[in-house]
């Protein structure tokens, strides 16, 4: 979502004449940090960046925007080196403020952070910013389309609706001209996104749903490769997996947020469904695309989550879950979201062996199915890759794994086949089988 959001900084930023846009932030004039505050790391994280910027070029004028900006505006005005913080109700205002900002003034270092900011949490979705998919691409391979934002989900660990507001969604005109937009210029795998994807086009008039705006997605002539992020599986529509065994062209690979593998923590959580359910869900799923990559989300030391709780969580995982990979969280008090006044916290030193211990599971299951793989003839796409050794090029296969060839001359985003011949740690190996046109 947040890269979506950043093209979309980047695009509004594009209309101002006199202004550069430049990727590095050491000669830059203004800095937009387009911020994530989904857990105390990210916010963490946000802190570090701003530092290393005003180490780094201490003449730049930080934009703090983002999640980040939304839940604590007074906190980001404080940090060293900005010069406005921008909520997310307001990142059409960016190109003013920067474009103020890169003014020159008689002391400068004077002026106070300019702070807009209105709260989301619980606005009329009307009175929200709408949702418009853009097709400016940050690096030169798969653009993420956001054509959904919001939710209207209770989750208690979760800031999200607070800071992102309620769901609402882009119309399916305005998504099938991204697509063929960026379908023209070339690129081979498009990513839709949202932050409750499943929930797509649910108040549009008329309603629309996931399953038939891929169906549409997919119509368009030319098109690729198109892959979805992450769909919570309350919401996912089982449409998808019947539509990607059809046509290999909707990328086998779905990633549905667990979160506990726990009955009793995913009631605290307010997840509405049960692991048996999630089990089964997976399973329909790979009845249509059995060898789908099925990746998960889960949160470990949720308060409540005692030793049991956590045991009967990763063995469902391991065991019954049918998932290929783990992405795996550690719960943190924050404020703002419910959880925190839960009872029964869990120790952080213990929060630390589970998180451990669930990585293991998550090893375990990647391997598996990374292994399962080789041999196999996949498409994927080339990706563009910062330090990489040379000579050696990355391709994310349609289902998710990221294999190494080597001795091949590829420049990003192309099209190709790729046999995995070996798993190398959590990656693969493979050779070209066909190279683009
Ligand atoms: S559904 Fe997802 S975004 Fe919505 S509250 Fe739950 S975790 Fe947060």
């Known amino acids: 979502m947040n890269q979506a959001d950043s093209a979309q900084v980047a695009a509004a930023l594009d209309t101002v004449d006199a202004m550069e846009r430049t990727t590095s932030h050491a000669d830059a004039d203004v800095v937009v940090l387009n911020t994530c505050t989904?857990?105390?790391r990210s916010d963490a994280d946000v802190r570090k960046a701003v530092k290393r910027i005003q180490r780094e070029n201490p003449s730049a004028k930080v934009?703090?925007?983002g999640c980040y900006a939304q839940r604590d505006p007074e906190g980001a005005a404080a940090l060293p080196g900005v010069g406005a913080v921008i909520g997310n109700a307001h990142k059409s205002r960016l190109p003013v403020v920067a474009s103020?900002?890169?003014?020159?003034?008689?002391?400068?270092?004077?002026?106070?952070?300019?702070?807009i900011h209105t709260p989301m949490d619980g606005v009329d979705p009307e009175l929200l910013p709408g949702v418009e998919p853009v097709t400016t691409v940050l690096d030169r391979t798969r653009p993420f389309v956001k054509i959904q934002d919001g939710c209207d989900a209770v989750c208690t660990y979760c800031i999200i609706p607070a800071v992102r507001g309620r769901a609402r969604s882009a119309t399916p005109q305005d998504v099938l001209h991204a697509v063929r937009t960026l379908v023209d210029q070339g690129y081979v795998e498009i990513v839709l996104a949202g932050v409750h994807l499943g929930t797509y086009g649910r108040a549009l008039v008329p309603p629309m749903d996931l399953g038939e705006l891929v169906k549409r997605v997919l119509d368009v002539q030319g098109l690729v490769r198109l892959r979805l992020s992450a769909i919570e599986p309350m919401a996912f529509p089982m449409e998808l997996a019947r539509v990607a065994a059809a046509d290999p062209r909707l990328a086998p690979h779905f990633h549905l947020p667990l979160q506990s593998g726990s009955d009793r923590?995913?009631?605290?959580?307010?997840?509405?469904?049960r692991a048996?359910?999630?089990?089964?869900?997976?399973?329909?799923?790979r009845s249509h695309v059995p060898d789908a990559c099925v990746g998960t989300d889960v949160i470990v030391g949720f308060p409540g989550e005692d030793d049991a709780a956590f045991e009967a969580s990763a063995a469902f995982v391991e065991e019954a879950s049918g998932l290929d990979y783990v992405h795996v969280f550690s719960y943190s008090d924050r404020d703002g979201v419910p959880s925190t006044r839960l009872d029964a916290k869990v120790d952080p030193r213990i929060i630390k062996q589970r998180s451990t211990a669930?990585?293991?599971?998550s090893a375990r299951l990647w391997t598996r199915y990374v292994d399962g793989q080789v041999g196999r003839v996949r498409a994927g796409v080339s990706l563009e890759r910062e330090g990489g050794l040379p000579g050696v090029v990355e391709v994310l296969t349609d289902n998710y794994i990221p294999v190494e060839v080597t001795g091949a001359a590829l420049a990003p985003n192309q099209d190709v086949r790729v046999t995995i011949t070996e798993r190398v740690g959590n990656r693969a190996r493979g050779v070209l089988q066909s190279l683009p046109a």
């Open 265 to 273: 923590v995913l009631k605290r959580m307010v997840r509405p469904y």
């Open 38 to 40: 989904v857990t105390h």
């Open 100 to 115: 103020d900002l890169m003014t020159p003034t008689a002391a400068p270092e004077a002026r106070a952070p300019v702070v």
């Open 358 to 361: 669930l990585h293991e599971v």
């Open 63 to 65: 934009i703090i925007t």
């Open 276 to 285: 048996k359910e999630f089990a089964e869900l997976v399973a329909e799923l």
